[in-house]
């Protein structure tokens, strides 16, 4: 159990203070304070090229997402989204190009471990919680993060974090649910879980995958009204198929093709875009 938490909490863990530019943290970690955002743009992505075995996944991608902002990024399979994703995450190295969090924070000089605990959070599309502990301990446990799982099996959580879950579990829309198993949660509301579990870690950058896929329609509403209202707290960047979704959550939208950017704007503009019907129905 313990290292079943370790490894899925290899992430951001929490401290009241930021640590300080270049500070040493256990396990030699070198983490810099929050990105500054100053400029009103959060993430840098200019120029990015990423090879496998000589096919471009992604392909001189330069994207720039402001501040608070929700953007969708749709485009055909193999577009790249996902890749673009695991260049941000530190889980694949580019060949090319530089990817800034904030205007001091080199991604590319980063660990994965070490982007979660700048604040990039990242969710998958499989939910992974503990299905055998409840709603709330599973957001505890998120809370806690690798470096304070000790502290979390002995100590009790203090009020001021209680009061955070439960800030968490309402936003999620799960405050009902709170001591129920997480075993025991539907497709989405596991998926709900999730999101909570990241934003208990207070990222500033949210990376979401696909998340409406498998989801009820009641599901698929509830999801949009929940990325909706993280805007502004939070960047977000949902990667998403389903266009009916896309159009009720959008700001703006970007489409990705063959690695690189092939249309940004609203989701009117790109569905129009004559290049975007050609990618999408071949005409
Ligand atoms: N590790 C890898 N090794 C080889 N090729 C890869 C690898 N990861 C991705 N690719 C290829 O890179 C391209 C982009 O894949 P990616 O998963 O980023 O697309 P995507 O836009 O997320 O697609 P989807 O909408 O199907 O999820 C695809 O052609 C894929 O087969
Ligand atoms: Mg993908």
């Not at 055909?76 to 695991?86: E, H, Q, R, S, V």
């Not at 960047?235 to 690695?259: P, W, Y």
């Amino acid at each position: 159990m313990i290292r079943a938490v370790m490894e899925r909490f290899s992430g951001r863990s929490r401290s009241a203070t930021p640590p300080r530019t270049g500070e040493l943290l256990s396990g030699g970690s070198r983490v810099e304070s929050g990105p500054d955002a100053s400029r009103g743009v959060i993430l840098y992505l200019e120029d990015i090229t990423v090879s496998f075995d000589g096919f471009r996944a992604l392909n001189a991608l330069t994207l720039y997402i402001e501040v608070g902002e929700l953007r969708c990024i749709i485009g055909p399979n193999g577009a790249g989204k996902t890749t673009m994703m695991d260049v941000i995450t530190g889980k694949t190295r580019p060949d090319t190009g530089s990817a800034w969090f904030g205007q001091t924070i080199d991604l590319l000089a980063l660990t994965e471990p070490e982007i979660a605990q700048a604040g990039i959070g990242r969710k998958f599309q499989k939910p992974t919680v503990f299905e055998r502990h409840s709603v709330f301990e599973n957001l505890e446990l998120a809370m806690a993060g690798d470096k304070s799982v000790w502290r979390w099996l002995f100590a009790r959580t203090t009020a001021a974090e209680r009061e955070q879950i439960d800030a968490v579990l309402e936003t999620v829309g799960l405050q009902d649910r709170r001591e129920e198993p997480a075993g025991a949660l539907s497709h989405g509301q596991k998926q709900w879980l999730e999101i909570g579990m990241l934003l208990v870690q207070e990222p500033q950058l949210l990376l979401v995958d696909e998340p409406v896929a498998g989801m009820t329609p009641q599901e698929t509403e509830r999801t949009a009204e929940l990325l909706g209202s993280l805007a502004g707290r939070h960047s977000v960047i949902v990667v998403e198929h389903d266009m009916e979704f896309v159009r009720s959550i959008a700001r703006k939208v970007t489409v990705l093709h063959e690695g690189s950017v092939l249309a940004e704007g609203s989701i009117d503009e790109v569905q129009n875009d004559p290049r975007v019907i050609e990618v999408y129905l071949g005409v």
